[in-house]
């Protein structure tokens, strides 16, 4: 039933083209089994955000960091090792990883769940494998934005304030931990505040997993008809070139969604019940210390956002093409390395449980029945 059709052939896949998934289907020999795509993504996926978390962090801080300061982060490297040194491993580099975790395993599970029914539909309705990746790389992402979105916001903020009471880098948050953050932004911005920078993060990661998957299938096939002979198993350095390949060039394109989405989540609401103040010290001494500064250069201390193009166009116009870019060095080093770790262990995991399916180990319920 997962072969594309026939020509010529009436049947079961003219009537019900939709392909329907189930946990002990094996997927012919085109597809791996559903129940085992679901899984090894979700593995796959959420290892991959684990083990690249402290990149990310360095990320936001440096996308993060107010502009109408001195930046305290100028590189990648120089963030890394100063907020390993300033505030430790686990509550500054890994400041967040919690509701990354709780937004990751469902969310990449859901992902690729969404994806593998889409993509395997669609081929068999003769539709072009690239759109067909690119469409299903879209819808799997919009499915599982509504399970991570929360979980983003939560991690992002965590992110950019580092350690509880921490002296290190003003971010605006104080928070004691992930529960004490939910209470604390749904209490003064409102529930609603757990889905700021939605459209932002849909605008970014939509395109940017149905380039990532597309060009992963694609490098994949290209690399499966020169580097190894039918029916062979590619072999990790391939799997690893290729996934890297297709989260750097994805990374690169959609990084200015990327640091509008950082900015969107980490600003307070308008109508929050606490509003920043601005002092009228800081005003008199920005025009005593330079009064030849045009009033341009005289803006409150914080920015507030009304919505996507509005950030852009407000970065652009003050610091250039540079404010939407800004950590793309660290995105493209983050997304080529998670996209890498995660199809690597994707394909392993793969392989793992078609051997224990050989075995009639897999899928839980034939483990079960050995036990009943």
Known sequence: MNQPPEPGHG????????????IISDGGERYPPFFDACVAGGIGGSTADFIMH??????????????????????????YKLIGKQEGIMRGLYAGVTPAMIGSIPGTTLYFAIYELT???????????????????????????????????????????????????????????????TKMIVKYDGFGALFH???????????????QFACYEQFKKFAQRNFIQPGEQLPISIDMVTGSLAGGIAGAITTPL?????LLQTQQSSNSKKKPVVSPSTTTTLTTTAPNTTPKLIEPPVKHYSGIIDGMIY?????????????IGPRV??????????????EQVLHLQANLREKGEWPPSKAAERFV
């Open 11 to 22: 049947s079961r896949q003219t009537l019900l083209p939709f392909v329907i998934p189930s």
């Open 333 to 346: 080093f983050w997304t080529s390395l998670q996209s890498s770790i995660m199809f690597v262990v994707y």
């Open 258 to 262: 990327d640091v509008m989405k950082t």
């Open 119 to 181: 993509k395997r539909t669609l081929n068999n309705l003769s539709v072009p494998e690239v759109a067909s990746h690119l469409t299903a790389g879209s819808l799997g992402d919009l499915a599982a934005s509504f399970i991570y979105v929360p979980s983003e916001v939560l991690k992002t903020r965590l992110q950019l304030q580092g350690r509880y009471n921490n002296p290190h880098f003003i971010s605006g948050y104080n928070y004691k931990n992930t529960w004490h953050a």
């Open 315 to 327: 970065n652009y116009k003050s610091q250039g093409l540079s404010g939407l870019f800004r950590g």
């Open 197 to 211: 920078g939605f459209r932002a993060t849909i605008l970014r990661d939509v395109p940017y997993s149905a380039i």
């Open 54 to 79: 402290s990149v990310d962090t360095v990320k936001t801080r440096l996308q993060g960091q107010p502009h109408n300061r001195a930046h305290k982060y100028t590189s990648m490297v120089q963030a």
